[in-house]
């Protein structure tokens, strides 16, 4: 076993390993908002649940394509009246948040278009993503372990010697790739009357970065 602690007999050179990938995305998300407002709580729920289901109907249509379907939050809220004392309600607001996962980008355009055709619905995004299982890490894993060994190679060339065993490889942990710069958002508080062409959307390129530390033993050089 290699002596863990450096001596002249056997010294230790430690390096850090890089690695920075650009990857197609595999999966996008969006948001979807679908609003309703009024005077009377009852019909404001009523319409609420109506466009609720229009939005999630429309998004299940596209089967396959969809990985992934959730109700994020729901919320109904009186708005009080600026005028007068007490409390008295002017109108009520209510919304629903979904999200939705596609890894068909052909689809995607369409449904995002058809989604803000329907009334009172905002859609925001996409945001495009890797897999968490997705083989771009472990690739860049892998470069970064072996820029290690080629950097501490060349440590050792310089000093005329080799490297003789490894004896610490630590993982830094993979850096999270930089947020999206926004995304696309589209508001829509009236009927669709004619129908609107799908939108042409180019994937963002992700990127995938790794790093580790490793210490090497090399053969004593002579200087």
Request: proline share 9%; net charge negative; no cysteine.
């Amino acid at each position: 076993m290699p002596d863990p602690h450096p001596t002249p007999q056997s010294p230790q050179v430690t390096v850090r390993g890089e690695a920075r990938l650009e990857k197609d995305p595999e999966i996008a998300r969006i948001g979807i908002e679908v609003t309703a407002r009024g005077t009377d709580k009852t019909a404001v729920l009523a319409d609420l649940t109506r466009r609720n289901t229009e939005a999630l109907t429309l998004i299940k249509t596209y089967g396959e394509a969809v990985e992934k379907l959730e109700t994020g939050a729901f919320s109904i809220t009186p708005e009080a009246s600026r005028r007068g004392r007490g409390e008295h309600v002017r109108s009520y607001r209510g919304w629903v948040h979904l999200t939705a996962e596609l890894s068909d980008f052909t689809a995607l355009g369409e449904l995002t278009t058809r989604l803000a055709d329907l009334e009172w619905t905002r859609v925001d995004g996409p945001w495009w993503e890797l897999r968490p299982d997705s083989p771009a890490h472990a690739e860049a894993r892998r470069r970064a372990v072996q820029d290690a060994v080629r950097r501490a190679g060349e440590y050792a060339a310089a000093l005329g010697t080799s490297l003789a065993a490894l004896l610490e490889l630590s993982d830094t942990g993979l850096v999270p790739p930089p947020a999206p710069m926004g995304g696309m958002r589209m508001a829509f508080a009236a009927e669709s009357v004619d129908t609107t062409p799908p939108l042409e959307l180019e994937p963002q390129r992700q990127t995938v970065t790794a790093e580790v530390m490793a210490r090497f033993t090399m053969a004593p050089p002579t200087l």
